[in-house]
């Protein structure tokens, strides 16, 4: 997902803070073990019979962002998605939402925290097969006190926005599973929260339900503006759908970064077998492989007037077409100024080995 501000440059939302998650009774221990001893994830299981699965966590989210936290099974990425709204506890660390202390609410200004703050979309729907999808949807701000007119106001407005509103007197039953999801979906959207936290809400659905259900919420999340958490096992999920991506592996993030850096870049070989097979076409920008305008006019002389153009967020595959007929360089621009030229060269060099030219 792209655009041309990045909300990645804006105001810190969810700020996370050395986080560690150590399941087992001897927690305390263990983590002492890690910091004075250096023992790895095996060793604290074999040792004191605990599971390491978040180590030292540190990352921020932005306003507005979609920022994905992507692994395979059992890299942590679920577990550290809960501790933001404090459905697990961290062993140790800070988890700041919007300037609030999580770690310092009660549990009173922990219910109000989650009801009113956080959203959260599940994999599994979670809906209850005795309400209708309106009263489902309803159902946060019932537990706020709003009354009923009101809450079915907002109701029917937040499922014409997931275009569900023709379906709000069915149960959930009565519905497909991507529709099922969206009713999920808008539910978490009907208390207006500042953030969204949605852990593999499509991964249960078939192939083109998914993908439509992903377009949608692209759409959506362009209107809305919510700060959300989007976890996927997925790397062409969190490739269309986020503004920056987590890579997590063993209870640690491995690299952050948009998926243009961690394809054009990745952080070790674990990043670089995991990203090999997505295709760099609609990922990497035109910005990642030219050469500096300057550098390219000293060495080759001024470019043709009638050269082509293109703006330095037009991924790969524009390049190509516009290459395919011509033999010149393609000018470069940003915010109307030229910035820099591509050439074939590095075009084809980016699409065979994935690296720019020096």
Request: aromatic share 4%; glycine share 8%.
């Given at each position: 997902?792209t655009?041309s501000?990045?909300p ?26 890690i ?14 019979n ?7 966590v540190?990352l921020?989210i932005?306003?507005g962002e979609?920022?994905c ?5 059992g ?12 459905l ?16 310092a609410?009660?549990p ?26 309106l009263?489902?949807v309803a159902m ?13 106001r907002?109701g029917k ?9 023709a ?5 959930a039953?009565?519905?497909?599973g ?13 208390a207006?929260?500042?953030v969204?936290?949605?852990?593999e ?13 992903q ?13 959300t ?14 503004d ?9 993030v491995?690299?952050i ?7 054009m ?21 035109a910005?990642?492989?030219m ?17 082509q153009?293109?703006?330095a ?9 516009l ?18 030229v591509v ?16």
């Amino acid at each position: 997902m792209t655009s041309s501000t990045s909300p990645s440059q804006g105001e810190i939302v969810i700020d996370i803070a050395n986080v560690w998650k150590i399941f087992g009774t001897n927690a305390d221990a263990a983590l002492q073990a890690i910091h004075e001893k250096g023992l790895s994830k095996k060793q604290i299981h074999e040792t004191y019979n605990a599971v390491v699965g978040v180590a030292d966590v540190t990352l921020d989210i932005r306003k507005g962002e979609i920022f994905c936290i992507m692994g395979l099974s059992g890299s942590g990425k679920s577990t550290l998605v809960r501790h933001i709204n404090r459905l697990l506890e961290p062993t140790a660390g800070k988890i700041m939402v919007d300037g609030i202390d999580a770690m310092a609410l009660s549990p009173g200004e922990l219910q109000e925290f989650r009801n009113r703050k956080i959203g959260m979309v599940f994999q599994n729907f979670a809906l209850l097969p005795h309400r209708s999808v309106l009263d489902n949807v309803a159902m946060p701000l019932e537990i706020r006190g709003i009354n009923k007119n009101e809450r079915l106001r907002i109701g029917k407005k937040v499922l014409a926005m997931v275009e569900l509103d023709a379906w709000g007197n069915k149960f959930a039953h009565e519905l497909s599973g991507g529709m099922q999801q969206r009713v999920g979906l808008a539910r978490a959207l009907a208390a207006d929260p500042d953030v969204l936290l949605m852990d593999e809400p499509f991964s249960a659905l078939d192939p083109l339900i998914r993908r439509q259900l992903q377009d949608e919420f692209i759409k959506l999340s362009a209107v809305m503006k919510k700060t959300t958490v989007f976890i996927t096992h997925d790397l062409d999920e969190a490739v269309r759908i986020g503004d920056r991506i987590a890579i997590m592996r063993d209870g640690r993030v491995v690299q952050i970064g948009t998926a243009e850096d961690i394809v054009m870049h990745p952080a070790d070989d674990y990043v670089a077998e995991f990203v090999a097979g997505i295709s760099r076409l609609k990922v990497v920008r035109a910005r990642a492989v030219m050469q500096p305008l300057e550098a390219y006019e000293k060495e080759f002389g001024p470019l043709p007037n009638d050269a082509q153009r293109a703006d330095a967020d037009e991924n790969l595959s524009t390049l190509i077409k516009l290459a395919i007929n011509h033999d010149a360089p393609i000018v470069i621009a940003e915010n109307g100024k030229s910035v820099g030229v591509v050439t074939r060269r590095e075009i084809l060099t980016t699409v065979i080995e994935g690296t720019e030219t020096s």
